[in-house]
């Protein structure tokens, strides 16, 4: 399905498939038609990037071990995409991939880019809040641009929570769930994050970006101390490791898959409530004005959170509450 | 109310309280502790700017004719606000004064800062279509930064429509009216269009662009001629030309007034209503679906236009009509 493999994706991709023998870079010039100069460069543009690569000047390259970095040449290889990820920008550390994101969608990139660092100096979560994102977690921001009205871009939330969630049992098996509005949480605990944010006229949509934040592969004492009964990784759960270009894969074809749904919203939401963490629990809504508790319930078909206050339901809209469930404190 | 004025703006200042005499280069540099270099520099960029200044090596400088251009320290002298137009970036020429907004808008710069040129190459009116914006015309965009959600972005159209129709009637005595939800018309010909776009999170806005487009001082005949029956220009209608520089003075005072009643929308609805050419008129509205004609009866508190179609009240959002008004044809 992939649209087209530059030169770069093709060096990798024979490095890969000739793992059992050396190429030499005459026989990688003439296969891709560039120089042995540039087959040089891109050799040491790999081992910088942590590719163990063998080499020797009479018999050629042989790729030992692949680097576990998300080189977009990496992710592309046998991404089963049409539209998400079809093009990806990366940066080994960035203040935000959301705000990278948004420049780039304003200078006209396509929908289905994605933006996606090794680290985040200034991630960013809901209302400006901070955004821990450390070596080892998938850092990414994918641009839509759905021909829908501003009202509606609560979906790509939905869209990318049950996306994460998905990838997540996929990949580790641990019992992921969503916690409405925007975060996956591992039994308790947050293990990922999502932060809409959008450039719309009044009427239309131009575009959506949708950023994810998830802890994969590091350790729980990355974070202080005082947020272990809050946070958790896929790592600290499973004490094993994932692959973070095979994680991203499938994580881009999920959300492709749900996105396709975008139109029909019911389905998604039928799916995205199977996981849902929130739904039949006692949650306390604190709207700045009034603190109520109450039943979760529902999801209206607009994304408000439904519960059911003195046997009266009552919509909800993400901006107007931090939700806590009573089983424990989490901020959202 | 003025909060700095730089250098430049009090060389301009000077100027303007010594046009009875010369100035000389010494007294300019000495009042304002800058080289003479820099006074002479200054001079240049204001007669290529248009401005016609005597000068004489013996002498000193003396300004005869100011230019009627939107140089931001001429827009700035005795500007009577607090926040809007305290930035003020210029352009003699740009693509969109609204795309130029929220790339500085994202960027950073504070609420208030305005985005101004002579002359838009691509100009741009809602949901992608082209507008017109020759040299003499007034095209700005404004950046707000409220604390609203993106539901309630569509206020600041309100905001930017009364302030028009007002400066308009202020400075032209034409009488303008307000064609819902985003055009200023004199008679039945549209004068003036408005575009609003915004940064956003789901649950709060980023920032604001509100860009203004107003046909000020050129002729029709800068129109094709198949538009006659559907534009017109405030020098076409009254054969004279007002002072840009004035007139942006203005307006940005209204919108500075008008924003403030952000919060207490009814106070801006009721005036609004009070120059609408919409309500009480049967309108024709074609939202995709279906075609409706019925009476324009109200605004309601969103921001809808509320029509009485056989005897029941409809709402209608901007972005699902187009609007005819049954007198004349007019695209919106």
């Not at 692949?66 to 049409?82: G, H, M, Q, V």
């Not at 934040?213 to 990784?233: M, R, W």
């Not at 492709?256 to 975008?262: G, I």
Request: overall charge positive.
């Amino acid at each position: 399905m992939k649209k087209s493999l530059d030169r770069r994706e093709k060096v990798l991709d024979l490095l890969y498939q000739n793992q059992d023998r050396y190429l030499s870079g005459e026989e990688l010039s003439n296969k891709l038609g560039v120089s042995r100069t540039s087959i040089w460069k891109y050799i040491n543009y790999l081992r910088e990037a942590g590719y163990q690569i063998e080499s020797s000047s009479k018999i050629g390259y042989r790729l030992i071990t692949p680097a576990d970095n998300l080189l977009p040449e990496e992710i592309k290889r046998n991404l089963n995409t049409e539209i998400i990820g079809q093009e990806i920008i990366y940066y080994k550390e960035i203040e935000s991939t959301n705000d990278a994101a948004k420049k780039l969608a304003q200078s006209g990139l396509q929908e289905g880019a994605v933006v996606i660092a090794e680290e985040q100096k200034r991630g960013k979560g809901r209302l400006g809040r901070e955004f821990c994102s450390p070596l080892g977690g998938i850092w990414l921001s994918c641009i839509l641009r759905p021909d829908i009205k501003p009202t509606l871009a609560t979906r790509a939330t939905y869209i990318a929570s049950l996306a994460i969630v998905k990838t997540i049992r996929k990949l580790s098996a641990v019992d992921a769930k969503i916690k409405w509005p925007n975060d996956i949480l591992v039994g308790n605990k947050k293990v990922s994050g999502i932060l809409t944010e959008m450039g719309a006229e009044l009427d239309k949509v131009d575009y959506l970006i949708v950023g994810m934040g998830i802890n994969l592969n590091f350790p729980l004492d990355t974070f202080d101390e005082s947020l272990h009964n809050k946070v958790t990784t896929i790592y600290h759960e499973t004490g094993k490791k994932i692959s973070r270009v095979k994680f991203v894969q499938a994580l881009l074809e999920e959300i492709e898959m749900v996105y396709k749904k975008l139109y029909d919203f019911k389905d998604i939401l039928k799916e995205w409530k199977a996981y849902s963490y929130t739904l039949g629990k006692v949650v306390k809504i604190d709207n700045k004005k009034e603190e109520i508790v109450g039943e979760a319930v529902d999801i209206a078909e607009d994304g408000a959170l439904l519960v059911k206050v003195d046997d009266k339901v009552r919509k909800f809209y993400s901006g107007e509450v931090s939700l806590y469930h009573q089983s424990f404190n989490s901020g959202n």
